[in-house]
């Protein structure tokens, strides 16, 4: 008999770490997705789980160990998705799995039944060993995602599943940003018009992909300042806010600090100047582009070939939201407005090329949406279009979602 009360006291404590510990993780990933993972302090964790700091040094002895282990729940998180979606007998049936089984925990997450998970933005800013195990474990997300879409028959279709797995995803990560907007009620139909988009894309049934590619160039006024930006905006889409140091961005410039304040004030400044550059580029890209001739599918197609044109060439990038958990609320949530604005712009052509019909009837708000985190994420696949010619790499990309995820014209 007291052998068995001692197994079952230690399972209780057993049980008793592992729920403690998962909450310390849960208040990690808020911490990590309000300020970073580098932002996170031990003594804002423990006072999210109403626990003193020592104690949640009992379980993670560095703050480093802690994200570390926000991240990996995260990526295990997405890897038992994944296998769920992958039992699906079609490609079409488990890229819509996939997003089912998202929205099923978004909807938790809004009920309060399941805190976020940490997202990932902060990965590449994480120090060796444990960066490299943990871009590992991001490698084995992307091949599972790109493996919904069946075995490959050549490189230039595993070139397209690469390419549609990084849309997805990245779909999936900006998905929670933009769901705030709607009610809870709402989800089911999300759900189905998101997956209309991602199934059948947004073109019309007639239209082809003959972009024009419009000239952005305009000489800045303050170049110094500008050469600031873009060197920034650079750092901190490879390696997030947190990760960009001051010193690293003045260093990559070959200036001093004191030269990076003769420019900008605060480090706080430097990013929301880099978003503002950014949503310019892009507002002048669809002004010009509503002076050109044809149909507003046109119009689209030529924002969005035009802007990946941008990311893939790395000259002047747009910067990734990856710089949004860095930022105070006031100016992480302008930043976001900024982007709706834009989206709703997007959103704008595209109900005019269905009213002239050169785009299919979609969700606009949402289809625009699912454009905002294509254009923002092709800026990590400059490596992938690297390996071909500029227009094909484009040409596929934007392919994804505006002629849909299973629409292989893209290689033929």
Known sequence: MAGRETIEEEAAGTKRFRAKRDAILSAAAEAINEQSAKGMTFADVARRVGLNTTSVTYYFKRKEDLAAAAFEYTLDYLLVMLDAALEAPTARERVRRYLALNMARLARIERGEERPFAVLSDLRATEDPIRNRLMNGWREVFRRTRALWGPATGR??????????????????????????????????????????????????????????????????????????????????????????????????????????????????????????????????????DSETGSHWHRLSSTIATLLDIQFAERAPLLRTTALSGLPHHARDAMVDRSNRIARRYAGTIMDGIAEGSCRPVDALIAAQTLMALQNAAFDMRKWAGTMPRERAIAMYASTLLFGLFDDRAVD
């Open 156 to 289: 230039a279709q595993t070139d397209l599943h690469g390419a549609r797995a990084h849309v997805l995803l990245e779909n999936t990560f900006w998905l929670p940003i933009w769901l705030m907007r709607y009610d809870l009620e709402q989800y089911d139909r999300i759900e189905t018009r998101l997956m209309d988009v991602f199934a059948n894309g947004i073109a019309g049934p007639d239209v082809r992909w003959a972009p024009t590619m419009l000239s952005l160039d305009h000489p800045d006024a303050e170049a110094g300042r500008d050469a600031f930006l873009l060197a920034a905006t650079r750092l901190i889409n490879e390696l997030g806010y947190r990760g960009a140091s001051v010193q690293r961005i003045a260093s990559e410039l070959n200036v001093t600090k004191g030269s990076f304040y003769h420019h900008l004030d605060a480090k706080d400044e430097l990013v929301i100047a880099c978003y503002k550059r950014s949503f310019d580029t892009i507002g002048t890209a669809q002004t010009l582009a």
